[in-house]
């Protein structure tokens, strides 16, 4: 039984049951030429536009290493904190499927370039170290689509069609070592490794590392045992799920379908599975090939890669700053809390705020605008608070007139609505809505003695000593206003009056 009619509820199987997962996270690199060959790798090219002998296998032709691919993934090792290899070679990985046409992709096996490292990821205050077993370079293969029949899929189909421009395209492939212990956590700790990994990537610009576009893209390894066990359970393997939300969902919704089949006494099937993006379910795919099954051997066309130490020591030398250690840079800065700076990750604010801040603001003003009223705004029209058409340079202006006096928070809201509106800068929709603070007596005046007038009971509870009921008459006041009184200068006038 690999499809039970209902699952386990989620808190239920945690419980009873321990997952280990473990992920291989595929990365197209930016490279500009293919792994061994000159063709271009762009996205979107017409189909079959990017080929040559050497990426179609045609018979003579011979692959070149991509020398730009391996400093990549040295860089990518080092980053994740692995060793490199002084010496190691590519092996042929034999299968006959026609997304590659060569009958066999170029990969490492048992000599990857990067082994042994570790990525550090939080969830809240849960810190996990995840173990990197290795990070090795092969060939993307191409790509093929099944017209005709229901399902897309290669049964029923009347013909198939394939693109070859994505084969030879460099991939890295980055493998966890089995993560147990993170319990009720795993499905988190999948998406927040992720999270950081594609920051990495990012980081080091070795990739766009666009899930949508598949150019990183995981498989999700779930098993479960009974808690108290010393033994792991069976895996399966969820491919190519192409979305952070999707990661978590697929460790969530195996752990849960894994527990149903234990409950009724059965086996967990290892095999691999396919992630359903409309309802975050995943079934059953073929059952997973054996490493014998492809008959790898070093591959005779290539010299072996040898990087020296110099090299090595070079490229580690010249690594950016990573996004762990900047975040930890950052916060020392901004002297926010922990749990402030986790926030402005997850709203994906950090850079919104670093440049709100370079622009002048204070970087508590700047983490309030961007996580406040901002993120609220980006919230309501599904939007990136990356992709709303206000600027950090106009937000530190708001916050300038805010902290001068010029605007109070009502009005500086005000001011928001009319820049997300195209209104334009906001010194400008300040004079075009006439957004002032009211801080001129004579215009307060009269405000302030209506309030008083109005509100014969709070004036006698002020008068009797109970000022703090000044605050309501302070409300009347920026009503009468339309919220463009000073409220401090306000109050003083109400003190003065009833003084
Ligand atoms: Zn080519």
């Avoid at 026609?98 to 809240?124: F, H, R």
């Avoid at 302070?474 to 306000?490: E, H």
Wanted: charged share 25%.
């Amino acid at each position: 039984m690999t499809e039970p009619a209902t699952l386990v509820a989620y808190d239920d199987a945690v419980a009873r049951y321990e997952p280990v997962i473990g992920l291989e996270t595929h990365v197209e690199l930016g490279t500009t030429a293919k792994m061994f060959c000159g063709c271009p790798t762009r996205f979107g090219a017409e189909p079959n536009s990017a080929v040559c002998p050497v990426c179609l296998g045609l018979p003579g032709s011979l692959p070149v290493t991509n020398v730009a691919a391996i400093e990549y993934t040295i860089r990518i090792g080092l980053a994740l904190n692995c060793g490199i290899a002084s010496w190691c070679r590519f092996a042929r990985k034999n299968y006959f499927y026609p997304d590659m046409p060569k009958d066999y992709q170029i990969s490492q096996y048992d000599e990857p370039l990067c082994t042994d490292g570790w990525l550090d990821v939080s969830v809240g205050d849960q810190h996990v170290r995840v173990g990197i077993e290795r990070v090795h370079l092969e060939e993307d293969t191409g790509k093929s689509l099944h017209v005709g029949g229901a399902t897309g899929r290669i049964h029923g189909a009347d013909y198939s069609l394939f693109d070859y421009n994505r084969a030879g395209i460099p991939l890295v492939e980055v493998v966890t070592k089995p993560v147990p212990g993170t319990g009720a956590l795993a499905p988190e700790v999948a998406r927040a490794y992720v999270t950081e990994l594609r920051d990495v990537l990012r980081t080091l610009g070795v990739s766009d590392v666009r899930m949508e576009e598949g150019s990183l893209r995981c498989d999700v390894n779930v098993s479960i045992a009974p808690a108290g066990s010393s033994a792991w359970g069976t895996r399966t393997e969820t491919k190519n799920v192409n979305s952070l939300r999707s990661v978590e969902r697929a460790v969530r919704f195996e752990i849960q379908r894994q527990a149903a089949v234990l409950d009724a006494g059965q086996k967990v099937v290892q095999e691999t599975r396919h992630l359903h993006e409309d309802t975050g379910t995943t079934t059953s795919g073929r059952s997973k090939e054996e490493a014998q099954d492809y008959r790898y051997f070093p591959e005779p066309d290539l010299l072996p890669v040898a990087p020296s130490p110099d090299w090595v020591e070079e490229l580690r030398a010249a690594l950016p700053e990573l996004p762990a250690a900047r975040r930890a840079r950052l916060q020392a800065e901004w002297e926010l809390p922990d749990l402030d700076m986790a926030a402005l990750r997850h709203a994906g604010a950090i850079d919104l705020v670093e440049q709100t801040v370079a622009a002048g603001a204070a970087p508590a003003d700047a983490r309030k605008w961007w996580l406040g009223e901002l993120l609220r705004r980006a919230n309501e029209s599904g939007v990136e608070l990356a992709a709303l058409p206000v600027t950090p340079a106009q937000v530190a202006r708001v916050a300038e007139l805010v902290a001068t006096g010029a605007l109070n928070d009502k009005l500086a809201r005000q001011a928001l609505d009319g820049m997300l509106a195209g209104e334009g800068d906001p010194d400008q929709v300040v004079a075009a809505r006439s957004l002032a603070v009211v801080s001129d007596d004579g215009e307060l005046l009269s405000a302030v003695d209506a309030a008083i007038a109005a509100n014969p009971d709070v004036v006698a509870k002020i008068r009797s000593g109970k000022t703090a009921a000044a605050g309501v008459l302070v409300g009347a006041v920026m009503k009468a206003t339309r919220g463009q009184a000073d409220a401090t200068r306000a109050r003083e006038l109400i003190m003065e009056r009833l003084g």
